[in-house]
């Protein structure tokens, strides 16, 4: 009969039985164990006795060779039944007698467990005075200490027979308190199962845990009366939330669109199936452009609402076989299964870009953003759904470095690039701790004077592994992984404290110009930071240009201009680098506080060979000299150039013609050209 078929009662009994037994029998085990080491000790403590005695009445058979008297002493051995071997040894380790005299020799045994438990032997040396003439070895059998535990064990069991014989009987009287409530409420219980009466109640005046078990019983059935027509009602809101569940966890919140974990279920199926009927299928990653601008600038409610419209627009223009995903932030997934053709991806794709350009009506305003496509086929490009995501995204990064509004389809070249970039990411983090990042001064040269007027501040990157890197590779790279903050803040602070310690040297105040990227512009403290780092090497503030581009002018204007107009209070010189190459919107020059603008070196390049390169420039110069601005044109490298450049009142030039962007030791040149002209000046100042 198994367990769980006997009645509670014989199981406790059955249990406490056994648990009893148990303990009584590992008790016993272990009593048995420490009455045998017992006696064993105790037995070698006697035999080390023994064995005193006889090596003291043993000195005079060794010292005079008396084998007989040795002899007879230990005959007196056969009184002490457990010993089972004396051996007399002298000191050259030969036998000089034994006990019994008919024994086989048995010198020491080696220490295992079978000898342990076997028998006993000791070993003692024979003195006289202070010099070992010989040794004696005693053996000894355990045959007394196994007869005393034989009769332990056969008391202890019978004990332990009484004891379980009582135990059991007592048990057995007492159980019948303990099972008989039980077995009514299983009853109860029983009854109310198949009546589904839940008005019965079990009674049992008893402050114990079986009283407080009745009492719970008692309680849940009151319970389940009261709420017995609730709990339909429960389980109706149950179904809604698991509904509301199934909703949320396969569909977008702000989209209504299937979300990542959706995606990934049905590229799966679309992958498999790929496979087995040997069609192609992509994955299309949608990555909108400006969504962070319209986020930030509009708000996020608008930003949601966009992002809704996005997948509205875009769901009404596909096959019914398509899927549209959103798999996170301003990023789209759209599966296209059972392709007749690349071509029709690609056709799809411009599709896409085509509606995205078009405006999107959001609270009256119209909002307009773009979007860069990237393109994975199965089973051409990968077949694991993982590789092609990854692929897919690698292709839209690329279409994003193009500009705004372009699709590429996933290259296996790409990687590489991507891989670089992983090499590049990482060992940019460890830059600035590494000191690997360091300034290069290009001067800026008065075009009129052919003085120099002022440094620009160039970031250089050499990498013990990697060599050294061109900024534009790794300048974009720290805007993307916010590492342009500390890196920007650290070129600042290097440039202000070269350009100061250049004035305490050569008492010139020249202009040193930092770029400050879009990403350091947004932080709202950064202002205070600026300050306070070019405070920090006590460079003067009106020595400090700060160089902006103008796609930077263009968002978050009412912020930037807060900003420049404080940089503007303080001291600091505003330039616009590249000018004409971005937004090109003269309404913020007229606007924010400019000083500088900065001719790009794609309209210096061929001057004064290309007329529209002249045009453009002559209009930029006189824009600028209108508007009180000075001019600085970027990328002159040749005499040509910088004629041009001084016929129409350009103010200063910068560029290779003059100098390539210099280590600090060798833009010191210039500085003492500079002192030295103007120590001239003053002597000849003195003269008149």
């Given at each position: 009969?198994?367990?769980?078929?006997?009645?509670?009662?014989?199981?406790?009994?059955?249990?406490?039985?056994?648990?009893?037994?148990?303990?009584?029998?590992?008790?016993?085990?272990?009593?048995?164990?420490?009455?045998?080491?017992?006696?064993?000790?105790?037995?070698?403590?006697?035999?080390?006795?023994?064995?005193?005695?006889?090596?003291?009445?043993?000195?005079?058979?060794?010292?005079?060779?008396?084998?007989?008297?040795?002899?007879?002493?230990?005959?007196?051995?056969?009184?002490?039944?457990?010993?089972?071997?004396?051996?007399?040894?002298?000191?050259?380790?030969?036998?000089?007698?034994?006990?019994?005299?008919?024994?086989?020799?048995?010198?020491?045994?080696?220490?295992?467990?079978?000898?342990?438990?076997?028998?006993?032997?000791?070993?003692?040396?024979?003195?006289?005075?202070?010099?070992?003439?010989?040794?004696?070895?005693?053996?000894?059998?355990?045959?007394?200490?196994?007869?005393?535990?034989?009769?332990?064990?056969?008391?202890?069991?019978?004990?332990?027979?009484?004891?379980?014989?009582?135990?059991?009987?007592?048990?057995?009287?007492?159980?019948?308190?303990?099972?008989?409530?039980?077995?009514?409420?299983?009853?109860?219980?029983?009854?109310?199962?198949?009546?589904?009466?839940?008005?019965?109640?079990?009674?049992?005046?008893?402050?114990?845990?079986?009283?407080?078990?009745?009492?719970?019983?008692?309680?849940?059935?009151?319970?389940?009366?009261?709420?017995?027509?609730?709990?339909?009602?429960?389980?109706?809101?149950?179904?809604?939330?698991?509904?509301?569940?199934?909703?949320?966890?396969?569909?977008?919140?702000?989209?209504?669109?299937?979300?990542?974990?959706?995606?990934?279920?049905?590229?799966?199926?679309?992958?498999?199936?790929?496979?087995?009927?040997?069609?192609?299928?992509?994955?299309?990653?949608?990555?909108?452009?400006?969504?962070?601008?319209?986020?930030?600038?509009?708000?996020?409610?608008?930003?949601?609402?966009?992002?809704?419209?996005?997948?509205?627009?875009?769901?009404?223009?596909?096959?019914?076989?398509?899927?549209?995903?959103?798999?996170?932030?301003?990023?789209?997934?759209?599966?296209?299964?059972?392709?007749?053709?690349?071509?029709?991806?690609?056709?799809?794709?411009?599709?896409?870009?085509?509606?995205?350009?078009?405006?999107?009506?959001?609270?009256?305003?119209?909002?307009?953003?773009?979007?860069?496509?990237?393109?994975?086929?199965?089973?051409?490009?990968?077949?694991?759904?993982?590789?092609?995501?990854?692929?897919?995204?690698?292709?839209m990064y690329n279409a994003k470095k193009l500009g705004k509004n372009y699709c590429q389809m996933y290259l296996p070249e790409m990687e590489a690039k991507n891989i670089r970039r992983f090499a590049l990411e990482s060992a940019l983090h460890r830059a600035l701790d590494n000191k690997e990042l360091f300034l290069h001064y290009q001067p800026q040269i008065d075009i009129n004077t052919n003085q120099v007027?002022?440094?620009?501040?160039?970031?250089?990157?050499?990498?013990?592994?990697?060599?050294?890197?061109?900024?534009?590779?790794?300048?974009?790279?720290?805007?993307?992984?916010?590492?342009i903050i500390p890196i920007g803040e650290f070129v600042l602070y290097q440039a202000c404290l070269q350009s100061q310690q250049w004035r305490e040297r050569y008492q010139i105040d020249t202009a040193m110009s930092v770029n400050l990227s879009g990403r350091q512009l947004i932080q709202t403290n950064i202002v205070e930071r600026i300050i306070s780092i070019v405070n920090s090497t006590r460079l003067p503030?009106?020595?400090?240009?700060?160089?902006?581009?103008?796609?930077?002018?263009?968002?978050?204007?009412?912020?930037?201009?807060?900003?420049?107009?404080?940089?503007?209070?303080?001291?600091?010189?505003?330039?616009?680098?590249?000018?004409?190459?971005?937004?090109?919107?003269?309404?913020?020059?007229?606007?924010?506080?400019?000083?500088?603008?900065?001719?790009?070196?794609?309209?210096?390049?061929?001057?004064?060979?290309?007329?529209?390169?002249?045009?453009?420039?002559?209009?930029?110069?006189?824009?600028?000299?209108?508007?009180?601005?000075?001019?600085?044109?970027?990328?002159?490298?040749?005499?040509?150039?910088?004629?041009?450049?001084?016929?129409?009142?350009?103010?200063?030039?910068?560029?290779?013609?003059?100098?390539?962007?210099?280590?600090?030791?060798?833009?010191?040149?210039?500085?003492?050209?500079?002192?030295?002209?103007?120590?001239?000046?003053a002597i000849e100042k003195n003269l008149i």
């Open positions: 009969m198994l367990l769980q078929d006997l009645k509670i009662g014989n199981k406790l009994l059955l249990i406490n039985v056994i648990a009893a037994s148990i303990s009584m029998m590992m008790l016993v085990i272990c009593i048995a164990i420490i009455a045998f080491h017992s006696n064993r000790t105790n037995l070698i403590h006697d035999l080390n006795a023994e064995a005193h005695i006889l090596s003291e009445n043993l000195t005079a058979s060794l010292a005079f060779n008396d084998t007989k008297s040795a002899q007879t002493l230990l005959e007196a051995l056969r009184w002490s039944p457990h010993i089972k071997q004396v051996v007399i040894l002298d000191n050259q380790g030969i036998l000089f007698s034994k006990y019994p005299s008919d024994s086989t020799l048995t010198l020491n045994e080696a220490d295992t467990l079978s000898s342990y438990l076997s028998s006993v032997s000791i070993q003692q040396p024979i003195k006289i005075g202070k010099q070992e003439v010989g040794r004696i070895q005693m053996n000894a059998t355990l045959d007394h200490v196994y007869s005393q535990l034989q009769k332990f064990l056969l008391l202890t069991m019978f004990s332990m027979l009484l004891a379980g014989i009582l135990g059991a009987f007592m048990i057995r009287r007492l159980q019948k308190y303990l099972t008989k409530p039980i077995i009514g409420l299983t009853k109860s219980m029983r009854l109310v199962s198949s009546t589904d009466n839940y008005a019965l109640r079990f009674n049992l005046e008893s402050k114990d845990e079986l009283g407080e078990l009745a009492t719970g019983f008692n309680t849940m059935l009151s319970t389940i009366q009261s709420h017995e027509a609730e709990l339909d009602s429960e389980l109706a809101l149950r179904m809604q939330a698991e509904n509301r569940l199934q909703q949320l966890a396969y569909y977008d919140e702000v989209t209504k669109l299937p979300n990542r974990h959706h995606f990934n279920e049905r590229m799966a199926k679309v992958v498999a199936s790929s496979l087995e009927n040997k069609v192609l299928c992509c994955i299309m990653v949608i990555d909108l452009d400006d969504f962070k601008i319209v986020n930030d600038t509009l708000g996020h409610h608008i930003g949601d609402d966009l992002l809704y419209a996005v997948g509205e627009r875009l769901s009404h223009d596909l096959r019914v076989e398509d899927i549209l995903c959103r798999i996170g932030g301003d990023e789209f997934a759209l599966i296209l299964d059972n392709l007749p053709s690349i071509k029709h991806a690609q056709h799809v794709a411009q599709k896409i870009i085509r509606l995205m350009a078009l405006p999107f009506i959001l609270e009256d305003r119209e909002v307009f953003i773009g979007a860069s496509i990237g393109i994975s086929f199965c089973p051409n490009d990968a077949t694991s759904i993982p590789v092609l995501l990854r692929n897919a995204d690698t292709a007027t002022g440094f620009e501040a160039l970031l250089r990157w050499n990498n013990p592994e990697l060599g050294l890197i061109s900024p534009v590779d790794f300048i974009p790279l720290a805007e993307d992984i916010g590492l503030s009106h020595l400090v240009t700060i160089e902006l581009t103008e796609s930077i002018l263009m968002d978050h204007s009412k912020e930037t201009l807060s900003k420049l107009e404080k940089l503007s209070a303080s001291g600091f010189t505003i330039s616009i680098d590249d000018f004409g190459t971005g937004y090109s919107s003269m309404s913020y020059l007229k606007r924010y506080p400019i000083d500088i603008l900065k001719i790009d070196r794609s309209f210096v390049s061929d001057l004064p060979d290309d007329a529209n390169d002249v045009a453009i420039t002559q209009a930029i110069i006189a824009l600028g000299k209108n508007l009180g601005m000075k001019l600085v044109a970027e990328g002159v490298e040749t005499e040509a150039q910088l004629a041009f450049l001084k016929i129409h009142h350009c103010d200063t030039a910068q560029g290779y013609l003059h100098s390539r962007p210099i280590p600090a030791n060798e833009a010191e040149h210039y500085l003492i050209a500079l002192s030295e002209a103007k120590h001239d000046v």
